[in-house]
């Protein structure tokens, strides 16, 4: 009977137990996130071939209870050239963090950079992951390499040389009555959203074949290789005759915006020769409201929209040019319009010439022609000897000795080597072999002389 009364007594005080609230860490900590002093820490100094400085940032609780961080981790591990050091704790990784509520920690951060004199990141980034009640958070690390001239939101004239890469923070102005000129082999690299603005102004840039100028995004691991829109792209705005020779401009928003007309009305604002524009989020050539350009041996392809819009007024010439729609687009690889978005507002086009060009991609028209025509309108256009892949056989008086592929037809298409690796040569059976006409271009973007007649589009085939 005793034996029968202690085992009551013992169920009774176990249902007790389990019946009064659980002390359990839950009570005691928060189901809350952390706040940080800042969400970047960027490294503005420019360091000595090896160099180090160390910089910090708060971890703040602002909770009502204290929090437990599970985890936090330098994202780019061993190999990362930052350092951590979480409160007197050195290490890239850190488990079990207690923070008691209203508190806070401090994360140092060092980085030890070995520049290595060559086109490496110039902005090197990484991050730490702040992992807390199952949710991660995250501050950015980056660091400035020695390597380079940095230009922040400044003025520049003069010459920017190739022994050092030059990177673009918001922008780089060439103002008024200035000039710039850009040496060939030069690097420059444009962090995002970053322009490079001329603004009644004179832009040279000198390339030279296989030592061309190369307008890129910051961003040099290969996964950003072919990621479009890592900066907006060279604006000219009322520019005074620039030159762009030789050069590469790829992975921005827009390639070449060009707007409005300088000085010198009689001459183009902008000339453009033996370039490659590829893989901008928006467009390869964009010409607004009294815009002009004169092309030769260009290559334009994969590009969000147009390689070519033309909006409102604008004068241009194109010769042995490519205007390519492959990759994402899915716009005619050429636009033109003579209005903006008031069709009742329309503009002359003084100036519309292409000639020897390939207008050729991925849908079934790669030309658009919204124009209109009033009594008072002028539409000089001229377009001869080009390939024009389109639905149907435009047969405006301004077509001249074109050749026509209707719709995707298969069997008539300008047979590029390999339009996955960007080589627009052409095979021995192309219908591009000797269809031009003879220019003053004579020779192609590699740096073949042209046969006579010459093959249509950037590259001779000999």
């Known amino acids: 009977m005793r034996l029968f009364s202690t085992l009551i007594a013992a169920l009774g005080l176990t249902l007790y137990l389990l019946t009064i609230p659980s002390c359990t860490k839950e009570t005691?900590?928060?189901?809350?996130?952390?706040?940080?002093?800042?969400?970047?820490?960027?490294?503005?100094?420019?360091?000595?071939?090896?160099?180090?400085?160390t910089e910090q940032f708060k971890i703040y609780n602002n909770n009502s209870k204290s929090i437990i961080i599970d985890e936090v981790e330098l994202m780019g591990g061993e190999s990362s050239p930052f350092r951590l050091n979480l409160d007197g704790v050195p290490g890239i990784s850190h488990q079990d963090i207690s923070i008691l509520e209203s508190d806070s920690l401090f994360m140092f951060v060092e980085v030890t950079l070995d520049v290595n004199n060559q086109n490496s990141p110039l902005v090197i980034e990484d991050s730490i992951r702040f992992r807390t009640n199952g949710q991660d958070q995250y501050v950015n690390l980056a660091v400035w390499g020695q390597d380079a001239y940095f230009h922040y939101q400044e003025e520049v004239q003069g010459t920017w040389t190739?022994?050092?890469?030059?990177?673009?923070?918001?922008?780089?102005?060439?103002?008024?009555?200035?000039?710039?000129?850009?040496?060939?082999?030069?690097?420059?690299?444009?962090?995002?959203n970053a322009v490079l603005y001329v603004y009644k102004s004179t832009l040279l840039v000198n390339g030279f074949l296989d030592n061309e100028v190369v307008f890129q995004g910051d961003?040099?691991?290969?996964?950003?290789?072919?990621?479009?829109?890592?900066?907006?792209?060279?604006?000219?705005?009322?520019?005074?005759?620039?030159?762009?020779?030789?050069?590469?401009?790829?992975?921005?928003?827009?390639?070449?915006?060009?707007?409005?007309?300088?000085?010198?009305?009689?001459?183009?604002?902008?000339?453009?020769k033996n370039t490659r524009i590829f893989n901008h989020s928006s467009y390869g050539i964009f010409l607004f409201d009294d815009a002009s350009l004169k092309g030769e041996n260009l290559v334009i392809s994969k590009n969000g929209f147009h390689a070519l819009l033309v909006l409102k007024e604008a004068r241009f010439n194109f010769n042995h040019c490519n205007f390519l729609g492959y990759g994402a687009a899915q716009s005619p690889a050429i636009g033109i319009?003579?209005?903006?978005?008031?069709?009742?507002?329309?503009?002359?086009?003084?100036?519309?010439?292409?000639?020897?060009?390939?207008?050729?991609?991925?849908?079934?028209?790669?030309?658009?022609?919204?124009?209109?025509?009033?009594?008072?309108?002028?539409?000089?256009?001229?377009?001869?000897?080009?390939?024009?892949?389109?639905?149907?056989?435009?047969?405006?008086?301004?077509?001249?000795?074109c050749l026509w592929r209707v719709g995707l037809d298969d069997l008539y298409r300008p047979q590029f080597n390999d339009i996955g690796i960007g080589d627009f040569g052409f095979t021995e059976n192309s219908p591009l072999q000797g269809a031009g006409f003879g220019t003053s271009v004579i020779t192609d973007i590699l740096g073949n002389f042209r046969n006579n007649p010459p093959d249509i589009g950037a590259i001779e085939e000999n």
């Open 162 to 192: 190739s022994d050092k890469p030059h990177v673009i923070y918001g922008y780089s102005l060439v103002d008024s009555a200035q000039s710039l000129t850009i040496d060939a082999g030069t690097q420059v690299h444009l962090h995002k």
């Open 28 to 53: 005691f900590t928060t189901t809350g996130n952390l706040d940080f002093s800042l969400d970047t820490l960027v490294f503005d100094t420019v360091f000595t071939t090896i160099g180090s400085t």
């Open 219 to 272: 961003r040099l691991e290969a996964l950003y290789d072919d990621v479009p829109g890592q900066y907006y792209g060279i604006y000219f705005n009322q520019a005074e005759p620039s030159i762009i020779d030789y050069a590469i401009i790829k992975n921005g928003t827009s390639g070449l915006h060009i707007y409005g007309e300088g000085d010198n009305p009689g001459s183009y604002a902008v000339t453009v």
């Open 337 to 401: 319009r003579n209005y903006y978005d008031d069709p009742s507002l329309v503009s002359n086009i003084e100036e519309g010439v292409i000639y020897n060009s390939i207008l050729s991609g991925n849908i079934e028209s790669e030309l658009v022609l919204d124009t209109i025509l009033t009594p008072s309108t002028t539409l000089n256009l001229d377009i001869q000897n080009c390939f024009i892949q389109a639905n149907e056989i435009y047969t405006e008086s301004f077509f001249t000795n």
